[in-house]
Every structure is written in C-alpha cells, then in structure tokens.
C-alpha cells in the first residue's frame, strides 16, 4: 500500500509526507495472460479475465513492425515494438467487455477483454 | 522498469519540505503533467496562459510556448520548447526551454503512477536561468483521474539572484468521453493560489495520429492571486 499525503498550508509552506510505501510488488503474484500480435491481428482477439482482480498481460509482436494497443474503455496505450514483447497491467475491472485495437492498424487489429 | 521509487520519493519529499516558502515567479498555471512515456511518439505542441487582472500579479501577463518531442525509449522523452511572453502581448521569441520527461512506473503498476519531469529555461529577454524538478503522480479511482506535478525551482536572475520556488499542482480529471473530459485543476505557487474548471479531449487523426487539447481558466482564490487565467494546449501526437 502506498500512502502519499501532501499537506499544503495558506503561507506557502509544502510539506510532503511520507505516510507508508511498502508492498510495491503487491501486484508481482498476480495472474498473467499472453497476447499475440501477428499479421496485425490479436490473437486471441477474445481474452477473459477475472473480474475485480489486477492482471498482468504480455503482449508479444510477431510482426516486424510496430503496434499500438490501446484502449480507452481500459485507459492503456502501449507501444509494442516489432519483434519485442511488453507488460501491461490491467484491472480491477468491473464484469464487462473492453474493446481494445491495434492503433498502426485500427481495421484488422481489434479484440476484447471480457472481464468475469 | 526496476527503480527504487521509495527512496526516490522520500529523498525528494524531504528536499522539497526543507524549501519552506512555496514560490514561483511567472504564472503558475500551466500544463500539468502526466508519468506516461510511449515509444515512437512525437508531438509537437503550444500552449498559451495568459493571466488577467490581479492586484498582486502582473496584468495581462502572457506566456507562449512551441515545442517538438519525441521519445528516446518506453521510458524518456525529450522536448525542446521556443517561448514568449510578456505584458500586453506575447510575440517576440523570449526564450527556450528543454525538458526531459521520465516515467518511473507501468501504468497501473503500482497504487500509483509515478513519473518525473526535468526542465532548462533560458530567459533571454529577463536574463533569467531556471532549473525544475517535477515529480509526477497520478492515480486511477475507476473513471476518474487525480495527478499532482510538484515542483522544486532553481532560479537564477540578474535581478533577484538565487532562489530556490516550489509549486504545486493538480487536477481531477473524469474520463466521460475521448473528446471530453471534464477536469478541475488547483495551483499554488508565491503569491498565487488558483482553482478552475478545464476541458480535456483528443480526437483520432489517420495514421495513428492525434490532436490533444486542454483548455480552461482557473480563477484567483485570494487578493493575491491574477482574478483569472486563461490556459490552452494543443498537442498533435504523431509516429
């Protein structure tokens, strides 16, 4: 849990306490999802998750050139550069479907997250 | 991204609780930052504040800046700034700025997001030198979106000499829609402390491409403070 208590007063005076920083790789046991970016298309193009719980996705791009995954409904945008994988953190999600698409090629690279 | 954030933190927390008087000449409402570096991304981006009408502050005071970015990596991105201000009106180049941004944690890593800012300004018209840190901090409450920017200035001028500023800002930001997010956003800085309504949006261009803007005005809080300030940004984002 990370605490960050910022205590401003009228004469000018900033002072940043530190409450509690601890636990930083709470998140290090979550579980994790694999998706693939090849011939610009997600595969799977349908992931589920479970609901309320953090997630860990890889995204690995089989192709030689850049992608985007984004999505606003999950509020993510990360570059996975050709060849390469990256790590994003998802959730707590509430029960739902989440659309997200590849932003180099928004008419083939397109997927949900249904989150359950 | 292996940082020890905790110390990093801490050590900034205490240098900027040992700085005592919050302080920062200009205007102090400007862009507030977010921790998030992309890959390949560029901007070019300008921005306009301009202050009205305070009896503690300079009057019709404007500042402009024009900048171009990129990023180095997931992590660093570099921008170079060309700037003018002035009383009245704001149409002279005055000065340029360089800023480094770096983020220090995966989006939705941790509790928070964490993310620092590194800024160089050279006032060419008022002689002044001027380094910031910046940490940034930000924080997901589902559709709703709080980021604080702290600011430890180093100032040096030929008229006031050395001076260490502090600032403050931050803003509550409510996801409704990509092309508009409804925002609330506080300053505080020397002689100004300031609260205001801001508009958030981005609208999808062709070939990944995209135009960002932010536009507002925060209002005086105290006698002190200009009774209002204008703000805008518009950042077109490319690859």
């Known amino acids: 849990m990370t605490k960050l208590r910022i205590l401003f007063s009228k004469n000018g ?81 509430a029960p739902g479907e989440y659309p997200f698409f590849g932003e180099f090629n928004p008419k083939t690279a397109q997927g949900k997250i249904i989150a359950k | 991204m292996e940082i020890n954030i905790h110390r990093l933190v801490i050590g900034f927390a205490i240098y900027i609780s040992l700085v005592s008087l919050v302080k920062a000449d200009g205007l102090a409402v400007d862009r507030i930052y977010a921790p998030y570096v992309n890959s390949l991304e560029k901007e070019l981006e300008y921005r306009i504040s301009s202050a009205e009408v305070g009896s503690g502050a300079s009057n019709d005071y404007i500042v402009q800046r024009f900048g171009f970015g990129a990023a180095v990596n997931d992590s660093i991105a570099l921008e170079a700034y060309v700037s003018a201000e002035g009383e009245g009106d704001a149409n002279r180049l005055s000065g340029y700025e360089l800023e480094l941004r770096w983020q220090l944690s995966e989006q939705g890593e941790y509790a928070v997001d964490w ?65 508009l997010e409804p925002a609330l956003e506080f300053y505080a800085a020397e002689d100004y402390r300031g609260m205001g309504p801001v508009l958030v949006g981005a609208i999808r261009l062709a070939a990944a491409n995209s135009l960002r803007w932010e536009v507002g005005t925060v209002f005086g809080l105290d006698e002190d403070s200009a009774d209002y300030t204008f703000r805008l940004m518009l950042e077109y984002e490319f690859y």
């Open chain 2, 115 to 179: 993310g620092a800012v590194f800024e160089y300004e050279h006032s060419r018209d008022s002689k002044i030198e001027e380094l910031a840190g910046k940490l940034v901090v930000l924080k997901e409450w589902g559709a709703m979106v709080t980021t604080a920017n702290a600011s430890l200035i180093y100032e040096s001028s030929e008229s006031t000499g050395e001076e260490f500023e502090t600032a403050l800002s931050l803003q509550a930001r409510y996801r409704y829609r990509p092309m």
């Open chain 1, 13 to 93: 005076l900033v002072v940043f306490t530190l409450a509690l920083l601890s636990g930083a790789n709470a998140y290090a046991d979550k579980p994790e999802f694999e998706l693939a970016i090849e011939q610009h298309l997600f595969e799977p193009s349908v992931l589920v998750i479970p609901a309320n719980t953090k997630v860990k996705l890889w995204v690995s791009n089989k192709d030689s050139t850049p992608e985007e995954f984004e999505s606003y409904e999950l509020n993510r945008e990360k570059v996975v550069l050709g060849g390469q994988r990256a790590l994003i953190f998802i959730g707590p999600l």
